[in-house]
């Protein structure tokens, strides 16, 4: 009978596991709710260029940008924006105050006001982010900074 019942576990949990395997992410936010794919198929980053950035949705509190990164940022700080950074797709380095975190896809960040931070690509594909500003984004907010 324990054997019986060793087998039944692991068949649970191996049931459990498979409905954790990996799967394309669904995000159900404005303009993105077709599908992250359709959205990048429309929407793709310039020839040389290294990011590409679009508004997909807002609130009265934030704005949402789907944010693709074939290279890599220049050192910058937003002076009103607090960001909220969830990694969709790919991986990378993402620095903030001089502190390197390793991010996949799944990993979620936040960059406080006025922090000096930049993404920079570790993959060969383009990475993908979902960035909320918050309060939402109206005005340049942008401010590069020397390394």
């Known amino acids: 009978m324990p054997r019986r019942a060793e087998c039944l576990g692991a068949l649970i949990g191996a049931a459990v596991l498979a409905g954790c395997a990996p799967r394309e992410p669904r995000v159900h936010i404005g303009a993105l709710a077709p599908g992250l794919e359709a959205f990048r198929a429309t929407h793709v980053p310039a020839p040389g260029a290294n990011i590409r950035a679009d508004e997909v949705g807002r609130t009265p509190g934030s704005s949402f940008h789907l944010i693709q990164v ?78």
């Open 70 to 147: 074939r290279g890599g940022e220049q050192p910058h700080r937003h002076v009103t924006h607090d960001l909220t950074i969830v990694v969709l797709r790919g991986c990378g380095v993402l620095t903030v105050e001089g502190v390197e975190t390793r991010l996949a896809a799944g990993d979620v960040v936040v960059v406080p006001r006025g922090a000096v931070h930049w993404f920079s690509n570790t993959g060969r594909d383009v990475a993908v982010a979902l960035v909320a500003f918050t309060p939402p984004l109206d005005v340049p907010d942008t401010v590069p900074v020397e390394r």
